[in-house]
């Protein structure tokens, strides 16, 4: 089980947007910044935000992220077939003195 | 351009033992922490140990404490991860990584995948 808590899964159609969450705790999220990692079919991860909502260069400002308390969100607008993956979410933990992921979150693009 | 090859997975028994490697290139590998995580089959990623630039401190997740050792040679660019007393649990995909402390990771290994079973 995660320490950090993500939908299994999210859907929409071609072009629309998305949110996905990842809620966790005082001693991860809400007191330390998270990052958002693309993992498409058979290939390794991809640092998609940090920081809680900086961008990586080569990636596009489609995705965004946000964090409010213990919780963050991964928004994705203009939605691709490409955009087909899981998301994870990663945060430090200060109790734990390590990092946690969430268990990831499938998109499929309708 | 930056890239991490990891190599030294394969099947072993409960029990046994196996060392992961990682061959870095494109970047000032002495300054940069490093990190291993893993990934199970059909599951979300498990952060598994990390080592500062120097080698002076390490981090493990509890599940691996006592029975794995990260390690590095900066003269060889390399990152290392000693497994010993191998559980099934431990099957997984495991990735080496650049980390940016103390929480994310910028890049990441194509994986090598560590079956233990007998």
């Known amino acids: 089980q995660s320490v950090l808590t993500q939908p299994p899964s999210v859907s929409a159609a071609p072009g629309q947007k998305v949110t996905i969450s990842c809620s966790g705790s005082?001693?991860?999220?809400?007191?330390?910044?998270i990052s958002w990692y693309q993992q498409l079919p058979g290939t390794a991860p991809k640092l998609l935000i940090y920081?809680?909502?900086k961008r990586p260069s080569g990636i596009p400002d489609r995705f965004s992220g946000s964090k409010s308390g213990t919780s963050a969100t991964l928004g994705i607008t203009g939605l691709q077939t490409g955009d087909e993956a899981d998301y994870h979410c990663?945060?430090?933990?200060?109790?734990?003195?390590?990092?946690?992921f969430g268990g990831g979150t499938k998109l499929t693009v309708l | 351009e930056v890239q991490l090859v990891e190599s030294g997975g394969g099947l072993v028994q409960p029990g046994g033992s196996l060392r992961l490697s990682c061959a870095a290139s494109?970047?000032?590998?002495?300054?940069?922490?490093m990190s291993w995580i893993r990934q199970a089959p059909g599951k979300g990623l498990e952060w598994v140990a990390s080592?500062?630039?120097?080698?002076?401190?390490?981090y493990y997740v509890d599940s691996v404490k006592g029975r794995f050792t990260i390690s590095r040679d900066n003269a060889k660019n390399s990152l290392y991860l000693q497994m010993n007393s191998l559980r099934v649990e431990d099957t997984a995909v495991y990735y080496c990584?650049?980390?940016?402390?103390?929480?994310?990771?910028?890049?990441w290994g194509q994986g090598t995948l560590v079956t233990v079973s007998s």
């Open positions: 920081d809680n909502n």
């Open positions: 494109g970047f000032t590998f002495s300054s940069l922490w």
């Open positions: 990584t650049r980390m940016r402390p103390p929480q994310y990771f910028d890049y």
């Open positions: 080592i500062k630039e120097d080698g002076s401190e390490k």
């Open positions: 990663g945060a430090w933990d200060s109790s734990l003195s390590g990092v946690v």
């Open positions: 005082s001693s991860n999220i809400g007191n330390n910044y």
